[in-house]
């Protein structure tokens, strides 16, 4: 994976410079990410995170994320995104602001400090004409709002996700925990779930 000219930011979200992505992630530098979610009438679709990404390999994320790179607004990077991992295209009005969420972690290996502005896209997603990017993402996952929110609110211990892998275009099925989902902090998925909730009524 290249690495990026991103810009970095005090933990006021005001403006300090530059620095390559590699940087900010091995000293913890204050930087943006974007996270898009596309949810699909009461469906909402995860990515699965390749095996070979250096953070969170093999986890399941929000549908579309990146790093914003110099120069780019956050919508720009979602549509950049959307085409590189996906190979799916999509336009600026399709995105529809949720929140920012400030995320911060200490891992082995990496400091993520991140400013995310949160998306939805509100579409019907078809996967089997998706054109996976492998050094990316191994599978798109769907699953109901309304079970994803059991999940993480703690009512159920396991759901059951239904999609496809790179490798293959027959539907497969996933059961999955909590702990299988990229680690944003505690309320991270039931902030964005239980938000998407109040937009569908």
């Not at 095996?51 to 120069?71: F, H, R, W």
């Not at 702990?179 to 998925?189: L, V």
Request: aromatic letters at 12%.
């Amino acid at each position: 994976m290249a690495d990026q000219l991103i810009d970095i930011y005090d933990s006021d979200m005001n403006l300090l410079g530059t620095a390559m992505k590699s940087q900010a992630y091995s000293e913890g530098l204050w930087h943006k990410n974007v996270h898009v979610w596309v949810l699909d009438g009461d469906d909402v679709w995860f990515q699965l995170r390749s095996q070979n990404k250096p953070y969170y390999p093999s986890l399941l994320d929000a549908t579309v994320t990146g790093s914003i790179e110099t120069g780019e607004t956050p919508r720009q990077t979602a549509i950049r995104e959307f085409e590189e991992k996906l190979g799916l295209l999509v336009s600026e009005s399709e995105f529809e602001k949720l929140f920012t969420y400030k995320f911060v972690e200490d891992a082995t290996g990496f400091l993520i400090r991140a400013f995310c502005p949160i998306y939805v896209v509100r579409k019907k997603l078809n996967a089997k004409a998706v054109i996976f990017n492998p050094d990316e993402v191994e599978a798109l996952f769907r699953a109901k709002l309304d079970d994803l929110i059991d999940l993480f609110a703690g009512d159920v211990k396991n759901i059951t996700l239904v999609g496809y892998s790179k490798d293959s275009k027959a539907l497969q099925k996933r059961k999955v925990s909590a702990s299988d989902f990229a680690p944003y902090g505690e309320n991270y998925y039931l902030k964005v779930l239980t938000t998407l909730d109040r937009m569908i009524g």
